[in-house]
T-cell receptor, first 113, second 111 residues
Framework: SQTIHQWPATLVQPVGSPLSLECTVE??????LYWYRQAAGRGLQLLFY??????ISSEVPQNLSASRPQDRQFILSSKKLLLSDSGFYLC????????????FGSGTRLTVV | GQQVMQIPQYQHVQEGEDFTTYCNSSTTLSNIQWYKQRPGGHPVFLIQLVKSGEVKKQKRLTFQFGEAKKNSSLHITATQTTDVGTYFC???????????FGTGTRLKVLA
């Protein structure tokens, strides 16, 4: 069966520090991968999505970047965090073909102080 | 750009009462998905609707896709405390892999 792993679960980082969040998927090949951010009590904002290795689409201009170095690995990064980067970051995957819902990871709660 | 309106934003109901949340789009949709997010948790996929006028049921949950494929609703009959959470619709236009999520409806069920 397919599983998605996302870590760390919580993170407190100072302003100006770098960020690296990792997401990996097991049990499937060629997944579509996504990064979403959710502010406290708010909806989900699509940040990046990827349909293949090295293929990244950015949805919102921001202080973040994403990379997909391997088929089932998706990384969210920042060189210098801002206070406004705080939030709940969710990685998700969906099959490349067919209409199926997303499977989300358990998320990372990032607090920038 | 694509906008996803979801109403109401909040809903408090007594256990046993019914609940409905609505999702409206400014564009014609390829399909629509519904998710549930428990407090402190991550969104979990519930269902996908594809056809115009489609109605699907999951136990006490009824999902409907509008005839024009621009709106959708989720109705819960006789709510239970386990129904607590935020319900999101997610919309996709044809030819894209990405889904835009609605603002969500937060449901509280009072025992």
């Amino acid at each position: 069966s397919q599983t998605i792993h996302q870590w760390p679960a919580t993170l407190v980082q100072p302003v100006g520090s770098p960020l690296s969040l990792e997401c990996t998927v097991e049990g499937t090949s060629n997944p579509n991968l996504y990064w979403y951010r959710q502010a406290a009590g708010r909806g989900l904002q699509l940040l990046f999505y990827s349909v293949g290795i090295g293929q990244i689409s950015s949805e919102v201009p921001q202080n973040l970047s994403a990379s997909r170095p391997q088929d089932r690995q998706f990384i969210l990064s920042s060189k210098k965090l801002l206070l406004s980067d705080s939030g709940f970051y969710l990685c998700a995957w969906s099959p490349r073909t067919g209409n199926y819902g997303y499977t989300f990871g358990s998320g990372t709660r990032l607090t920038v102080v | 750009g694509q906008q996803v309106m979801q109403i109401p934003q909040y809903q408090h109901v007594q256990e046993g009462e019914d609940f409905t949340t609505y999702c409206n789009s400014s564009t014609t949709l390829s399909n629509i998905q519904w998710y549930k997010q428990r407090p402190g948790g991550h969104p979990v996929f519930l269902i996908q609707l594809v056809k115009s006028g489609e109605v699907k049921k999951q136990k006490r949950l009824t999902f409907q896709f509008g005839e024009a494929k621009k709106n959708s609703s989720l109705h819960i009959t006789a709510t239970q405390t386990t129904d607590v959470g935020t319900y999101f619709c997610a919309e996709s236009t044809s030819g894209t892999y990405k889904y835009i999520f609605g603002t969500g409806t937060r449901l509280k069920v009072l025992a």
